[in-house]
């Protein structure tokens, strides 16, 4: 009945286990799985690619792969919308026509002053001007009425050259054809100062470049160094404009025609506007006026770009600067109250690998300044992956999950950094992020039991214990340099007040961790049974008292020990009856009843065995006695006797 009851029980405990993984009451709020039908359109789409994929071409005996022209068409197809944040390929456009913007900007100029350009080049300067032109079109007509914009608020997506003139009236100047007038003026760089009205395209690559960009000061600092280059280049065709003006070589002030033209007027434009000094003085009131205000233009625009630079170089080093001082101001009070050797250097090593491994000393202050919801993203991009593999949160609702990785937090420890001692009050669990831990053990205390690694959860028992109290059973130390998340009881508890089916599912795995925990150290491994096997227990071991009896020879060994004690009795019958009259004559003998036991016998002096205890009934034909040894650990542990009763 009792092994009855046991399968039944087992069957119960399958059944459930079962109903469980068929339907999970644990899960609230599970992820929305996406549609069959969207499935099998992907599995058709992938079936159809792929016999798309084996294109060949024949060449010169030689078979080459290509990709299909499709494919190309599809890639090169611009969307209904561009997003200019996050489309990569429309910052690959801007800057394109950046670099015609800046052909026009630096050669325009040049044209106009210096006579570089001559009716025998003419039709060279003339293709590149179509080729610039041509991208401010494209540019006007294809590409800015499909970038969104933002009005009131709102995402503007629709498709519309009337759009993009009212957002960008300079652009549509810019392509306005004055080009038209050469037939009227000659073939004149003038007509063309339109085209550096495009300024909003170079401004706003400049704003999409740096948002992609790493190390986005690098490219600020070439910015600025243009600008500066640009303006010395203004300044020497203006140079050269004056002295053609007064007439090349006519005083000792104006450029004297000898020379590369454009070295020489840049070389003066340099050490006037940066005030070098050691110029030629000007002679007439014009050179006086023009030198005046090249000087006065000089300090500005000097002084601005200066100081340019140097916000851009402080704005790069911003944060290194914030490490310096705060390892000098951790290193000053630690001087101030005496604190020993080997303790500042493991307070230096760990701010150098936490700026070397993070860039920065607490990435905390820079998510707090997110809104939560981007917060939350940028936890899920770093650090989902990891918390999602913890066997001990697999089931839980992912909404908890996300919700509990914005309360962790992360902690670097030293090689050799104790993350818990035996014997703590434990009040925290910890998720290995990256690095290893030792859990030590052993009489010493040094003993390595286990590495744990990334992904890797211990402490939990700590923090599921519902009377809490729980005390730390062994070391655990930092191998190398670890990085850990730690999340306390008070977090987590404040957390599963909203997600009660996530409470139960944790309670269940934090009573079979004590279960775990509370059980004796496993001994050698046991085959368990397999299949339905499993619901019979294992067979019970049979008891001493019957393997003293058989002898461990099964139903042979009893018939040779009930002949053997069959041949004592005839024996000691003989006996009896030799001394019987004699008792009889000195007492007589009272009738035993039926259920009492028989009367003690003394046993022989040479025996030297305490008496035998013996348990009869009158209508059985064997009486079975057991009587201990007499001395322990040597002969039988149980002698057993059978007699048969005396027939009458």
């Known amino acids: 009945d009792a092994q009855l009851q046991e399968i039944v029980k087992k069957l119960r405990e399958r059944a459930n286990v079962y109903k469980e993984k068929l339907n999970d009451p644990v899960i609230s709020s599970p992820e929305a799985s996406p549609p069959t039908y969207e499935k099998k359109e992907e599995k058709k789409e992938e079936a159809e690619a792929k016999p798309e994929e084996d294109h060949y071409c024949d060449m010169l005996c030689c078979k080459f792969k290509k990709p299909p022209l499709k494919k190309y068409m599809e890639y090169m197809k611009l969307p209904d919308t561009i997003d200019s944040y996050t489309d990569r390929r429309y910052v690959a456009w801007l800057m394109l026509v950046t670099i015609a913007y800046n052909w026009n900007c630096w050669f325009i100029p040049l044209r106009y002053v210096f006579p570089y350009q001559t009716p025998s080049n003419t039709i060279y300067w003339f293709v590149i001007d179509v080729i610039c032109d041509l991208c401010y079109l494209c540019d006007l007509i294809v590409f800015q009425p499909r970038v969104r914009f933002i009005k009131g608020g709102d995402i503007i997506v629709s498709i519309g050259i009337g759009t993009s003139m009212g957002s960008g009236c300079l652009d549509v100047i810019s392509v306005f054809p004055f080009d038209i007038l050469y037939f009227f003026f000659g073939f004149n760089p003038a007509l063309r100062a339109n085209r550096m009205l495009k300024h909003n395209t170079f401004f706003e690559f400049n704003d999409r470049l740096e948002a992609i960009m790493e190390k986005a000061y690098i490219y600020r600092v070439i910015r600025t160094t243009g600008y500066l280059l640009f303006i010395l280049h203004i300044n020497a065709c203006l140079y050269y404009w004056a002295s053609d003006y007064e007439g090349i070589g006519s005083t000792r002030w104006v450029y004297d025609g000898e020379g590369n033209m454009y070295l020489r007027c840049y070389y003066w434009a340099v050490r006037s506007l940066i005030t070098i000094g050691g110029l030629a003085e000007p002679q007439t009131l014009f050179e006086i006026i023009f030198q005046l205000l090249n000087y006065f233009m000089g300090v500005f625009v000097f002084s601005s770009l200066i100081g340019q630079m140097r916000d851009v170089i402080g704005a790069a080093t911003a944060g290194q600067n914030y490490f310096r001082s705060c390892v000098d101001n951790t290193v000053s009070y630690m001087n101030t109250y005496s604190i020993p050797k080997l303790v500042q250097n493991r307070v230096r090593t760990w701010y150098e690998y936490t700026w070397d491994s993070q860039g920065m000393l607490d990435e905390s202050e820079l998510l707090e300044q997110m809104p939560t919801k981007m917060h939350l993203a940028v936890a899920i991009d770093v650090n989902f992956a990891i918390v999602n593999k913890v066997d001990l949160f697999k089931g839980c609702d992912t909404q908890m999950i996300y919700d509990m990785l914005l309360r962790l937090k992360s902690i670097v420890y030293l090689p050799g950094d104790f993350v818990c001692k035996k014997g703590e009050i434990g009040r925290e669990m910890y998720i290995i992020k990256q690095g290893e831990v030792q859990v030590l053990g052993g009489p010493d205390g040094t003993k390595v039991l286990v590495t744990l690694r990334a992904g890797a959860v211990f402490g939990e028992i700590s923090l599921l214990a519902a009377g809490g109290g729980n005390r730390r059973t062994a070391n655990v130390v930092a191998h190398g340099f670890a990085n850990l998340f730690i999340l306390d009881k008070k977090t987590l508890n404040e957390i599963l007040v909203n997600y009660p089916d996530s409470e139960k ?138 007699k048969e009763k005396e027939k009458k």
């Open 505 to 642: 599912l944790l309670m269940k795995k934090a009573k079979v961790l004590l279960k775990q925990k509370g059980k004796p150290p496993p001994g050698p491994p046991v085959q368990q049974p397999r299949g339905l096997a499993s619901l019979f227990g294992q067979k019970q071991e049979t008891p001493k008292l019957f393997k003293a009896m058989l002898g461990g020879k099964g139903r042979e060994g009893l018939a040779k020990l009930l002949q053997l004690k069959k041949q004592q009795e005839t024996q000691e019958t003989k006996a009896e009856t030799e001394t019987k009259p004699k008792e009889e004559e000195k007492k007589p003998v009272e009738p035993a009843a039926p259920s009492a036991p028989p009367a003690k016998k003394e046993k022989p002096q040479a025996d030297a065995k305490p008496a035998v205890m013996q348990r009869t009934t009158s209508k059985e034909s064997l009486i079975i006695s057991m009587t201990p040894s007499p001395r322990a650990g040597e002969g039988e542990i149980l002698k057993v006797e059978i």
